[in-house]
């Protein structure tokens, strides 16, 4: 009895794994199988993009079918772009005294951009925000603790290492923010489409 056999995955080196798994399995299991495995591959699945789709009446001829297409797989040019990635930006509670300084002073660049934003934010606050991001040993006065220097200097890091790694080419697909961090992660990414 012919039965329909159906693959889909996400990308097509996905697609081609699957393929391959498939037939590193059909191989080694018995025909008897060969129904089972045929209704298990249409039933209960998710649907994507590229599609592998054949029908056959015994094992064999389903191994067949999946050497074929492996080999027009292999044989297609697979184009994967290169890997972009995605930005978390945690909330308050991620920040503590210095953390700034390793940066700071190996990336004169950084540096640059964390002192010009951690400048405006000194302006807006009335506190300077630089000792508590680059000194190793807290300024007197309130502790980064404070809910209101903590976040004020979670949000500047996070600012200036975004526009850093902009200054390396770095240009995520994407952002993602816990608490606080999701003010910095709404405020100043674009997508790159």
Known sequence: MPMLFVLSAKTQL?????????????????????????????VGREHYKYRFACVAR??????????????LLRSTKVSVSSPRPVLGFPGQGAQYQGMAHALAQRYPRFRTILSEAAGAATSAAGFSVLPYLIDEEPPAGPSLDASRIGQICTFVYQYAMYRWLE???V?????IGHSLGEIPAAGIFTPVL
Request: a negative charge.
């Open 14 to 42: 996905a697609l081609l794994k699957y393929v391959q798994d498939y037939l590193d399995f059909c191989t080694k299991t018995d025909e008897s199988n060969f129904q089972s495995v045929c209704y298990t591959s249409c």
């Open 167 to 169: 200054t390396l080419g």
């Open 171 to 175: 240009q995520p697909q994407g952002v």
């Open 58 to 71: 015994s094992m064999p001829e389903l191994i067949v079918k999946l050497e074929s297409e492996l080999s």
